[in-house]
């Protein structure tokens, strides 16, 4: 059958599965770094402040498959809320990231969850990132407390440093394969169902359940 | 190799003598700067030469400290607006700046304010401008120190508009404003020049930009998307199909006015015109970089459309070509008209009103803003 690519099919690059991912958690936490480990394996210490979004994007394999994640990396501060928020809409996972140096950067998570549960999909995944590791001396945010809340609030969880790159494709990598079992047990139940429309092709858009049209961001999978 | 190098680069106490341009950022070892500072050097001596055949004429215009220069705008303001959008020459733009914000009137009616809010005054956000102090102009030497001059002054700058306005407080991207500002001029008088374009002393007040909800970042996305599609048709109705919104790519350029990621000799002419001829200029200049790269781009799918939104051309960025491109845009009553419908549409919506007083201040009200700044000052003992 032949039909027009769709915008994200173009540019040569091939995949079975597209995932929509932000990065979000107050600022200075790290997130523009913990993207460009995972997309370019750099790292800046004197980097700018994120001012709005920019985008990136790495493809990997998630159990045989290609899974290519389009990174929004969100400015932490609340004011930007106003713009980034738009962002949360149509993504299938999120990363919460917070400073192991600061203590407030790890109460304000719960922020960020009530952030989330307000303008994202109810069924997005997320994950708690404890970013900055590599400060062994001025770590105030322990390992068992950030663990115990992560179990508590059912998110996975994960100690990362953006600068010595510790952790950060695990993070990656496992909140993709958390999305992709999901998307594909999905499928899988939608086949069995027989339902025709609600199969779910490889390398075609997934659309699991309805989502807010006026999103500008349903490009990729959503739930 | 990229941590190792980045480690030797915070290596705190005074920057050793390494190589800088013209306007003070570390040249990069190789290659282009993050920054795009290290250009060509036909642009730098071109200016340079220019520059010099401008000076006396400005010198002439401008008069011993400013004193000749309102005189000279009232009787030729088209000469003035002719020569701004060619450039002020580097070595009287921190003056030229200041007269044409209105800023030095801001200073000279509030001797001692700026003072007061540095010293005496406390803020709910020093921490957050703290945070960001190393973060504002990485790469210029002046920024560089560790709690250097540099990095103090943007502090004083910032902490000082964040009690004078607590409603604005600080936002990420004032920082580069200020900055910016800092290198051309002192810290009272950037601070007196943010509080020019906050509160619009000259032209219409940008402290919707950074107020909650940025209702004016908002509104200017707004105007700049249906201008893309007015100006440039099938750009527009490509970034509508490839669901490109210019929040992704436009916001910083208004929140910092072109001083966030552009190369610095372009930031400095665009904010030449942006202090005499107002906000305008950033949609101008917006769309000439599209207009410049628009047979490219109308080619690219989402993702290298993101990726070229951050990666213009170098030549693109040559003000010489960009700027006069940006001329030919005749945005000035559109913007009005779009500024109506979007506000109309948020009435619509029910939504705030914060974006309502979008005219400027006459001078003769300036003298508030300083005695507001002093009743914010005593109102408040945190």
Redesign the interface.
């Known amino acids: 059958m032949a039909r027009r690519p769709a915008?994200?099919e173009?540019?040569g690059d091939e995949y079975d599965y597209l995932f929509k991912i932000v990065l979000i958690g107050d600022?200075?936490v790290g997130k523009s770094n913990l993207l460009s480990r995972f997309t370019r394996?750099?790292?800046?210490?004197?980097?700018?402040?994120?001012?709005?979004?920019?985008?990136a994007?790495r493809t990997i394999q998630v159990e045989g498959k290609i899974v290519k994640a389009?990174i929004w990396d969100t400015?932490g501060?609340e004011?930007?809320r106003?713009?980034t928020s738009?962002y949360y809409r149509g993504a299938v996972g999120a990363l919460l990231v917070y400073d192991v140096t600061k203590a407030t950067t790890f109460e304000n998570v719960k922020r960020w969850l009530k952030e989330l549960r307000d303008h994202a999909d109810s069924n997005i995944v997320v994950m708690l990132i404890g970013n900055k590791i590599d400060l062994k001396h001025l770590r105030s945010v322990s390992l068992e407390d950030a663990t115990s809340f992560a179990e508590r609030e059912g998110l996975s969880f994960v100690e990362t440093s953006a600068?010595?790159a510790t952790n950060v494709d695990k993070a990656f990598q496992t909140v993709l394969t958390e999305i992709y079992r999901i998307i594909s047990k999905k499928a899988l139940a939608a086949d069995e169902a027989g339902a025709g429309a609600g199969a779910v092709r490889e390398g075609q858009s997934i659309q699991v359940s309805a989502t807010d049209s006026s999103s500008?961001?349903?490009?990729c999978c959503s739930f | 190799m990229?941590?190792k190098k980045?480690?030797d680069?915070?290596e705190p106490g005074p920057a050793p003598s390494r190589p800088v341009d013209r306007f003070g950022f570390i040249k990069p070892e190789q290659g282009t700067s993050p920054d795009g500072i290290s250009k060509s050097k036909s642009i730098h001596e071109r200016e340079r030469e220019r520059d010099g055949r401008r000076i006396k004429k400005w010198r002439k215009m401008i008069g011993v400290g400013g004193s000749d220069w309102k005189h000279y705008v009232r009787r030729n303001p088209h000469v003035v607006k002719r020569r701004i959008r060619k450039g002020i020459p580097d070595c009287l733009r921190g003056l030229v700046w200041q007269l044409i914000s209105g800023s030095r009137d801001l200073l000279l009616m509030n001797p001692g304010v700026y003072e007061t809010l540095v010293i005496y005054e406390t803020s709910a956000s020093e921490l957050?401008i703290i945070?960001?102090i190393?973060?504002?102009?990485?790469?210029h030497i002046f920024f560089?120190q560790r709690h250097g001059p540099g990095q103090r002054s943007l502090y004083n700058v910032l902490k000082a508009y964040s009690v004078y306005d607590r409603d604005v407080g600080y936002?990420?991207?004032m920082?580069?404003l200020a900055g910016l500002l800092l290198l051309y001029m002192s810290e009272e008088d950037a601070f007196w020049l943010l509080v020019a374009l906050l509160k619009g002393a000259v032209h219409a007040p940008m402290e919707g930009l950074?107020q909650?909800?940025?209702p004016l970042?908002?509104q200017y996305l707004y105007q700049f998307e249906k201008l893309v599609l007015e100006q440039m048709p099938q750009l527009g109705q490509h970034f509508i199909?490839?669901?490109i919104?210019p929040?992704?790519y436009a916001?910083?350029w208004f929140?910092?006015v072109f001083s966030?990621?552009f190369p610095f000799h372009l930031t400095v002419r665009v904010w030449d015109v942006f202090l005499y001829e107002g906000i305008k200029v950033v949609f101008q200049v917006g769309l000439a970089l599209l207009r410049f790269c628009h047979d490219e781009l109308v080619k690219l799918?989402?993702?290298?459309l993101?990726h070229a939104f951050?990666n213009f051309p170098e030549e693109a960025t040559d003000p010489d070509v960009l700027l006069p491109i940006a001329f030919t845009f005749k945005v000035s009553s559109r913007l009005e008209e779009l500024e109506k419908e979007y506000q109309k549409k948020l009435e619509g919506s029910n939504a705030s009103t914060s974006t309502k007083r979008s005219h400027p201040l006459k001078l003769k009200t300036m003298s508030r803003i300083g005695s507001r700044a002093l009743s914010n000052f005593t109102n408040s003992e945190k």
């Open positions: 915008p994200w173009q540019g600022s200075g394996n750099s790292f800046s210490l004197d980097s700018k402040s994120t001012i709005g979004v920019e985008f994007t389009q400015a501060q004011r930007y106003a713009i738009a600068l010595d500008f961001t349903s490009r | 990229d941590k980045a480690v680069d915070t957050e945070r960001d190393s973060r504002t102009f990485p790469s560089q936002v990420q991207g920082g580069f950074y909650a909800g940025l970042v908002q199909e490839e669901m919104n929040s992704m916001s910083q929140i910092t966030y990621s799918p989402f993702e290298k993101l951050r």
